[in-house]
């Protein structure tokens, strides 16, 4: 099953991690994987543009099966793999509607963290202005608060839609591990802080956490004054 499967992907990347955490979840251990160098451009590469013609990170193929969009790739291998590993929809209504809700707005705080940490890797030298960043930087603190709140009504050790883990934690632990590695400090953001160290520990999570950060565990301080 899994020896069907390939992943090319980047360390770092949430969405590449993204799906590494669905794999790990499914009992799909064993894929052909390679990663590839963001700084050289391997992205680019033909071999990547043969499957994902965007020259984006993660590629994803299933047999002759393609799922590139990392959102789409983890909903496929729920769907696919329903009976195997961890059930990652929860049956309650309830918790089913929060993890699809939890999920998209994740893709607003994914954009936010980057237009921040990225910001100077995404705009031309001569198109900066400190404005801006600051513009950036203020909508993130707002996004920060909104997660805060969700995860301060859900309670001391939820997960994001409600007390089991689901494709929301899948999907959105990765943009909160980049925060914290980023340097966001668990002092302001304690239910982020307390989420991100119950998360950490979970196996999948584990067996996929970004080779280069157990290399340099330190991170960096970009997100201290937030």
């Known amino acids: 099953m899994a020896q069907d499967m390939t992943l090319l992907w980047g360390s770092g990347s949430p969405p590449c991690w993204r799906v590494m955490i669905a794999l790990e979840e499914k009992n799909l251990q064993g894929y052909n994987q390679k990663l590839l160098s963001f700084e050289k451009m391997e992205h680019k590469s033909q071999e990547v543009l043969d499957i994902n013609p965007r020259g984006q990170l993660p590629s994803f193929k299933h047999g002759d ?34 993890m699809y809700q939890r999920m998209f707005e994740g893709l607003s705080f994914y954009e936010k963290l980057n237009a921040v940490i990225y910001y100077n890797w995404f705009i031309p030298e001569d198109e900066r202005h400190d404005s801006a960043l600051q513009r950036n930087r203020e909508a993130l603190v707002t996004e920060l608060k909104l997660w805060e709140g969700y ?27 980049t925060l914290f590695r980023f340097g966001l400090s668990a002092e302001t953001y304690p239910k982020l802080g307390e989420y991100h160290a119950l998360l950490k520990e979970r196996p999948s999570i584990k067996a996929s956490w970004p080779p280069h950060w157990l290399e340099n565990p330190k991170g960096q301080d970009t997100l201290n004054d937030i």
């Open 151 to 177: 995860l301060q009504k859900l309670g001391s050790g939820s997960h994001l839609a409600g007390p089991t883990f689901s494709l929301a934690d899948v999907v959105v632990f990765p943009t909160v591990a």
């Open 65 to 98: 099966i393609i799922v590139n969009e990392s959102y789409a790739a983890c909903f496929y291998l729920e769907s696919q793999f329903k009976s195997q590993g961890n059930q990652l929809i929860p049956d309650s209504p309830e918790e089913q509607a929060r």
